[in-house]
């Protein structure tokens, strides 16, 4: 008997549960990959398929989730074995299931709602599904699987892809609903169902989520405007991670009333996602034997195309008007490392009186230090001055990253210049964990997303900011620069630009004056020199900066206060040349030495 035969004849048709959670609760770790077990540990998924078919499952799900080559490549480099992978996970799960219960090919979202530097075009995206599916239907599966998509229009390439591989494949399609009964993208249930059932897949619904509770009303909402037949694969509820691992209730009676619910309401397919196991699949069997699915009724519903939600940007900081007067002076200063912030700012007050701008850095170096949030704010109040928070991708992920930005704005902080920041490796714990969710571009088009009224995802969320936001610009060995990288977050979004620290005055004309020219905003730090030792310093062990040979000539053998009165001197040479080609300077005091700027400004 096929597939299709059976599941006609019968009233519901039970999957199993979470793979992925039954290899971690076997000490595998969440950094391997699962897909992958499928070659070098097949006895450990066979038995997971065994158990879940010893449950009641009558389809067996392949270990092949993630295992395309654009997830394969980018996370664990063994796109060359991605035919190989899904080959071996229909095999095992065949195995498993005997003549007992059905195998369905699990596929799932090729591309990451966040990976804004990876451009994947429909074609690629057709042939990265089209090697999946070859290794899985010469594996012998008997359906297709395309579970928990985020992007509506990449399971619909999907599909439209396993149609056009097999004319008589059956297909089941489930989207994810994570936020708020929407998806990831603000697409509501209708809407996705709307498009959905004018595809050839047999199966539409959702799986994952948060818990019984959201998938049976998503899956309600798909129902009542398709007539297609209904899936759906809910996570037994929240995770949570305690004690170094991830946890999730264990709730099997609760599930299986919910899979009576789910009859109730016409669901035909049903079965479990993150952290289900074959309890739960065991219970829900049990509950459901003798039961059939409700007939459904479909509804009129309106259904609307969600229209432009971005706002146009309304940027107010005093900070732009200041910057285009073409002489403004900043002051860079390090928040303390202590919360003595009276101390710290006796030390930097005195010298505040020749600036226009502060800006306050984030942790340089990655040595921890009051956050430039905080401190930022402080200096605003007592000083009056334009602020630039220093705001890297380093110690946060997306969601500290969105709050931390909130909050910015909350308290009038609008100034903003986005690195990636210095790696961990480098500061007072080599141990800790770098973030970077995202690139210093990807930061950018975050804070041009808020300042349309937007997530980064494209989903409102209500007033907008107005930050006025800056990038950073190193010079490479030769005074060379990325221009396609400035270029490409200044049309993401940035204002304006500020340099790494300029020594090097005829090797980084050519740049400015281009950059000027086309009508950049540009800052151009000077950090003063104070001995030979400290250019030889510069020179030969930091990165980006190059000091001329002409300079480290001046500053050799110089010491003390010699040495940093030649280090002024030179500092203004610097700051006369490239007035042209800027609209001010940003002073970096070396090693906190603020009283140096009255030898630069002099």
């Known amino acids: 008997m096929n597939f299709k035969t059976f599941f006609n004849e019968n009233t519901f048709t039970l999957l199993d549960g979470a793979m992925g959670t039954q290899l971690y609760s076997k000490g595998i770790s969440k950094g391997h990959c699962y897909d992958e077990l499928n070659i070098s540990m097949p006895e450990v998924v066979l038995d997971i398929h ?18 395309n080559r654009s997830v394969l490549e980018d996370y664990y480099d063994l796109a060359g074995k991605t035919k190989e992978i899904n080959y071996y996970g ?74 056009k591989f097999d004319s008589n494949l059956f297909i089941i399609a489930a989207m994810t609903y994570p936020s708020n009964g929407l998806t990831l993208f603000g697409k509501t249930p209708y809407e996705v169902s709307f498009k959905l059932d004018k595809t050839t897949a047999q199966v539409i619904g959702a799986n994952c989520g948060t818990g019984p509770q959201s998938i049976l009303e998503a899956v309600k909402k798909m129902g009542s405007v398709s007539e297609k037949e209904l899936i759906a694969m809910p996570n037994a509820g929240l995770a949570q991670f305690s004690q170094g691992k991830f946890y999730y209730p264990s709730n099997p009676d609760y599930f299986a009333r919910y899979g009576k619910k789910y009859l109730e309401n016409g669901i035909k397919v049903l079965g479990g996602c993150c952290g289900t196991t074959p309890d739960y699949i065991r219970h829900l069997h049990s509950s459901l034997e003798g039961l059939s699915p409700r007939s459904r009724r479909l509804k009129s519903v309106s259904i609307q195309e969600r229209g432009e939600v971005r706002k146009e940007p309304v940027i107010t900081s005093p900070l732009q008007k200041l910057l285009q ?18 101390k710290f700012f006796k030390s930097i007050e005195p010298y505040t009186s020749h600036v226009d701008i502060i800006n306050v850095s984030d942790s340089p170096m990655a040595k921890p230090r009051m956050s430039p949030i905080a401190a930022g704010k402080l200096l605003k109040d007592r000083l009056h001055r334009e602020i630039i928070i220093h705001y890297t991708a380093r110690d946060r992920n997306i969601l500290g990253i969105q709050s931390d930005l909130l909050g910015a704005s909350a308290l009038g902080l609008e100034n903003f210049l986005l690195l990636g920041g210095d790696p961990p490796s480098i500061g007072d714990y080599p141990f800790a964990t770098g973030v970077y969710d995202l690139t210093s571009g990807g930061l950018v088009e975050m804070l041009d997303s808020l300042n349309h009224g937007t997530d980064i995802l494209g989903n409102p969320v209500g007033k907008q900011t107005g930050f006025f936001i800056g990038i950073g610009m190193g010079f490479g060995a030769g005074g060379n620069v990325d221009l396609d990288s400035v270029h490409r977050k200044l049309k993401s979004g940035a204002h304006f630009v500020i340099t790494q620290p300029v020594f090097d005055i005829s090797r980084c004309r050519k740049t400015l004056e281009a950059l ?55 500092a203004r040479r610097i700051v006369r040349e490239l007035e042209p080609y800027s609209d001010g300077i940003l002073f970096m005091p070396p090693m906190g030495k603020y009283r140096l700027l009255d030898d630069v400004l002099s």
């Open 516 to 570: 000027k020219a086309s009508g950049v905003t540009i800052l151009i730090s000077i950090l003063p020199l104070i001995s030979g030792r400290n250019a030889e310093y510069l020179h030969y062990e930091v990165p980006g900066i190059s000091v001329p040979a002409e300079f480290l000539k001046r500053m050799e053998g110089k010491r003390g206060r010699e040495g940093e009165k030649e280090g002024a001197a030179i």
């Open 50 to 67: 065994r158990e879940y078919l010893d449950a009641g499952a009558s389809i067996l799900t392949t270990n092949t989730f993630g295992a």
């Open 325 to 342: 007067s073409g002489s403004a002076i900043a002051l860079e200063v390090d928040p303390p490392k202590d919360p003595d912030f009276d």
């Open 90 to 163: 229909a095999r095992l799960a065949k195995r498993a299931a005997k003549d007992k219960a059905f195998v369905a090919g699990s596929i799932g979202p090729i591309t990451r709602p966040l990976d804004k530097d990876k451009k994947l075009s429909a074609s690629d995206i057709r042939e990265i599904i089209r090697e999946q599916l070859e290794g899985l239907m010469e594996g012998g599966v008997d359906l297709i699987l395309f579970e928990t998509f985020a992007s509506l229009d990449e399971l619909l390439l999907g599909i439209d892809t396993a149609r």
